[in-house]
């Protein structure tokens, strides 16, 4: 429990829908999401075609940058992670 004695501050599994806003329907981002794994704090590509997010399905305990395409029906298709130049977070010494 938080300091406030009556929710959790943090949850184990956060899932990305899909919200359509002209009839409230929603849908989760199936291909997106990752089972007990949390996902979470995306932004949209300027196109709205790509979806840049947070999470934590490789280790459970670092959040990566994903990304998924998401077609015109707003189905998501399978993430990939974001490549990184190095391996490691520190430069060299």
Do not use: C
Request: hydrophobic letters at 30%; a negative charge.
């Amino acid at each position: 429990m938080s300091d406030y004695g009556n929710f959790p501050v943090w949850h184990t599994e956060a899932d990305l829908y899909m919200i359509d806003l002209s009839t409230g329907e929603h849908h989760p981002l199936e291909q997106a999401n990752s089972a007990g794994a949390t996902d979470s704090y995306h932004s949209w590509s300027s196109n709205s075609r790509w979806i840049v997010f947070g999470s934590r399905r490789t280790d459970g305990l670092y959040t990566r940058p994903y990304i998924a395409y998401i077609d015109t029906t707003g189905n998501s298709a399978k993430p990939f992670l974001l490549p990184k130049k190095t391996r490691s977070f520190t430069p060299a010494l």
